[in-house]
C-alpha cells in the first residue's frame, strides 16, 4: 500500500497569514504517461464530510478560493492556505488515488492562533 | 449539483451485519465509481471500497475482503454498502463519495461525498 505522511499534525496560524501543510507519498503517484499527479486535497469541517479542494495535485476544484494552492510532484507535496480565514478551520487530508488501495494521510488540523 | 445522502444512523450488536444507503442525484450514475470511507472518532479517513457504477465491479481493501459487500442499483442511482460480522472496533461514521468518470474525470478524486452514516457497534 501506498503509505501518506502528513505534517505537521496541527498547526495555529494568525488570520491572513499563511498555513503550510505537507504529504509525503511511500511510492511514486506521478503517471508517466499524462505527467499528472494522482494526488488530492480535502477539508473537513467539524461535523461534516470531506470536501475537495484540490486535485491532480495542483487543480483547484470549482468555487475553491484561490488562496489555496497545491505543489509538488512524485513523492512530496504541499498545500498552502495564503491569508487564512476562519472558514478554513479543520482537518486537511492528502489522499492519493494513482494505486489501489486509495490512501489518505493522518490530517492536520488548522486552528487561529 | 452532485447529491449523496445516506441512510441514517445504526445501532448494532456484535457479530451482525449492517447494511447502509447512498442514494445520488445530479451527475450521470452510470459515468461514476461509488467509493465507501470511513472515519472512527478522532481517526482518519480509511478507505473501505469501491463499485464501478457502469460495469458493476466492485474492489475491496484487503482489510474488509470477506467481510464486506458493495453494490448497486442503477433503477434508483443508489449505492449500498454491508459489512457484517461487526464488532466494537467497527464502530465509526461512515461516508460515501462519487468519483465521476469519463469527460468529467479528475484522475479519481472524490466529487462529493454523502453526509455520512454513524454505525455503532454495542451490546
Known amino acids: 500500500d501506498n503509505m501518506m505522511t502528513q505534517s505537521p499534525d496541527s498547526l495555529a496560524v494568525s488570520l491572513g497569514e499563511r498555513a503550510t501543510i505537507n504529504c509525503k507519498s511511500s511510492?511514486?503517484?506521478?503517471?508517466?504517461?499524462?505527467?499528472?499527479?494522482?494526488l488530492g486535497w480535502y477539508h473537513q469541517k467539524p461535523g461534516q464530510p470531506p470536501k475537495l479542494l484540490i486535485y491532480?495535485?495542483?487543480t483547484r476544484d470549482s468555487g475553491v478560493p484561490d488562496r489555496f494552492s497545491g505543489s509538488g510532484s512524485e513523492t512530496d507535496f504541499t498545500l498552502t492556505i495564503s491569508g487564512l480565514q476562519a472558514e478554513d478551520v479543520g482537518l486537511y487530508y492528502c489522499?492519493?488515488?494513482?494505486?489501489?488501495?486509495?490512501?489518505f494521510g493522518g490530517g492536520t488540523k488548522v486552528e487561529i492562533k | 449539483q452532485m447529491q449523496l445522502v445516506q441512510s441514517g444512523p445504526e445501532v448494532k450488536k456484535p457479530g451482525t451485519s449492517v447494511k447502509v444507503s447512498c442514494q445520488t442525484s445530479g451527475y450521470t450514475f452510470i459515468e461514476s465509481l461509488v467509493h465507501w470511507v470511513r472515519q472512527a472518532r478522532g481517526q482518519p479517513l480509511e478507505w473501505i471500497g469501491w463499485?464501478?457504477?457502469?460495469?458493476?465491479?466492485?474492489k475491496y481493501a484487503q482489510k474488509f475482503q470477506g467481510r464486506v459487500t458493495i453494490t448497486r442499483d442503477m433503477s434508483t442511482s443508489t449505492a449500498y454498502m454491508e459489512l457484517s460480522s461487526l464488532d466494537s472496533e467497527d464502530t465509526a461514521m461512515y461516508y460515501c463519495a462519487a468519483e465521476r468518470t469519463g469527460s468529467r474525470s479528475k484522475g479519481g478524486a472524490f466529487d462529493a461525498w454523502g453526509q455520512g452514516t454513524m454505525v455503532t457497534v454495542s451490546s
Open positions: 491532480w495535485a495542483s
Open positions: 489522499q492519493q488515488y494513482y494505486s489501489a488501495p486509495v490512501t
Open positions: 511510492q511514486s503517484v506521478l503517471y508517466s504517461s499524462n505527467n499528472k499527479n494522482y
Open positions: 463499485i464501478v457504477v457502469g460495469g458493476d465491479s466492485a
